[in-house]
DNA sequence: ACGTAATCTGGAATGAGTCAAGAAAACGAT
DNA sequence: ATCGTTTTCTTGACTCATTCCAGATTACGT
């Protein structure tokens, strides 16, 4: 099946020049990927099969790890949480992560360009990523939360 | 049981003072993790079986989950591998992991005191934690790595 | 239009971690 | 020292996210 001819060219284009063939399922993804990031592989799924009819689990984590591996997005694994996604690359920029909901915000590298790209001792370690992740509550959960704001660490994480 | 009297008594006065009861699993995996920092669970479990004969994957859990809760021990969990556990804590020090064979290693904090420690842009969010992780790989996987330094992004993430 | 290699389907399996119910042990007061 | 209460440990089943497998399909270069 010739993929369906209302999605932009661009993705089209971008797939191929990653060397990755043009499917239905991947079109899919990345484009409600670009209108929902952060968002779960299973979120993911869900929102692909309203477009599609129906596409496998299996083949929604093949292109995303596909897609990954050719940077086309990006995987975020916060801890605790399931792994999000965004079709945002190459800019290294870093994330807010609410510890109660997983709702998951870019930020821009505080400190300028690649401050925190180098460890002060590497140990002979070839770096590639300096990570960065912000960990705190959303302002919804801030609201729900029942632990005040006197009590500092009485969350546990799940 | 009265727990072994040949631990050393802070580490009683530690879980005392935290409001935590003292007990042989307790003593022995805060014990055996102080000489194997960023251990996983499983290796926990393994190493405070030699010690204690027996002791239940349950009770490693819990009493890791315990003492992180009270700040005895920091929990990371670099994505793609097990969490690790070691007790240095209050200190805000990050890590560099090796993205193939997980091995972990302390590094200062880079930029001084407390850079990293507030996003540009919080969202509203509450942030109580910003966590830096150097992903790479270690000397031995440089090493043993088959793709030379000439390619840059063949590996694929586990 | 064809052949082939890459990709998708469906279902089973894995690994890390958690839940639940009852037995056991530590703490605090008597 | 002993008792009762409360926390902690044991055993075993279970969840969730993700991966593995074998076979059917499909996109792409010629």
Redo the contacts with the bound molecule.
């Keep these: 099946?010739?993929?369906d001819a209302s999605v932009p060219d661009t993705l089209?284009q971008r797939?191929?020049q990653a060397?990755?063939?043009?499917?239905?399922?991947?079109l899919a993804v990345l484009e409600w990927l670009a209108e929902h990031p952060h968002a779960?592989?299973?979120q993911v799924a869900t929102g692909v099969r309203g477009q599609?009819g129906?596409?496998?689990?299996?083949?929604?984590?093949?292109?995303?790890?596909?897609c990954a591996r050719a940077e086309l997005v990006r995987?975020i694994?916060p801890a605790?949480?399931?792994?999000r996604f965004e079709t945002r690359t190459g800019d290294n920029h870093h994330h807010l992560v609410c510890r109660r909901c997983g709702r998951t915000e870019d930020v821009d590298c505080a400190v300028g360009a690649a401050p925190c790209l180098e460890p002060s001792d590497g140990k002979g370690f070839a770096v590639d990523e300096a990570e960065v992740v912000f960990w705190g509550l959303c302002p919804d959960c801030l609201v729900a939360s029942p632990t005040t704001a006197a009590h500092h660490h009485e969350e546990g994480?799940?």
Tied chains: 1, 2.
Excluded: F, I
Aim: hydrophobic fraction near 40%; charged fraction near 25%; avoid cysteine.
């Design positions: 099946m010739t993929p089209r797939l191929r060397g990755l063939r043009v499917t239905a399922p991947r779960t592989a299973d599609l129906s596409v496998s689990t299996q083949a929604v984590y093949d292109v995303l790890g596909a995987r694994e605790g949480h399931p792994a994480r799940a």
